[in-house]
């Protein structure tokens, strides 16, 4: 009986937080998740860090968990190596979405031609892989900054890629899903769009407030773009839309700065069985820092009027 109320109650309170631990993935080092529903499961799209002191990463993984408590580790289903255009240990933020059936994992990495960022995409018929290059060269290159895609596919069907740093970019994804059409546009980074101060201010340490990582979906009719923000140290905050190009209004902080032991932040937000979760990372694995982060997920409520609260980093 003892052991029977024991399970009762745990499975009473994993119930009660929604998810097991953070951070999630305690096998490795894991930075800039990218949630994705599909089905009835939950998948998470990694980078894993390898350190030591830069942002030396080699592979994508996946991991997926049906209840957010218990997690499958899918493995490292992109290795930077599937493209065979990319610099070994520049395999940074990627973000994996499905479209009729098959599924596209964006990533960014360094092109060895120009040796600067460029925005790959591989493919696969399963969220879990095998995913393959899916072009043999780079889907958006020839600007800097071109790191940290995200994708999403608006309800007419037409699909939108963000992303960037320095500087916020998008362009019309086509219905292939692996090519693009029109002009690639950079986003305007007025204080009404994204706050903070325009140009350098003396004893501050950002020109605009947004920085990188962003995210962008769409709720209740309203377009999100959430993004890592303030230079380094980063918080992250967001801000909103009623079309998927703009223009964008500066919502605030989601979440502000906290002693995470990374000095960068990444998110990602998905609803999954009723709830909302939001996604990022720390430096809290024993031995972890800036170049080896955490994937941690907090649950939280959107507020009546479809605004975010404000969300703190917890090691529940
Ligand atoms: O993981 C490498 C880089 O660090 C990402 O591309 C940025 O978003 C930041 O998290």
Redesign the pocket.
Known sequence: WKYVIIAILAMTLSSITGYAQNPIVQTCYT??PAPMVYGDKFYIYI?R?EGPDY?N?NEWRVYSSADMVNWTDHGAQLPLTAFSWAKAGTA??AQCIERYGKFYWYV?CTDTESNINAIGVAVSDSPTGPFKDALGKPMISGGWGY??PTVFIDDDGQAYIYWG?PGLFYVKVNEDMISYSGDIVEVEQTVEGFGGPKEPKEGVQYKDLYE??PWFYKRGGKYYLLY?AGGVP?HISYSMSDSPTGPWKYMGKIMPLQDTNSF???CGVVDFKGKSYFAY?TGWLPGGGGFT?SVCIEEFKYNEDGTIPTIMATKE
């Open positions: 930075a800039d980078d860090d942002y990463m940074w933020a960014c790191i940290d740093n990188e990582g890592a980063e960068t932040n990444h990372h982060r």
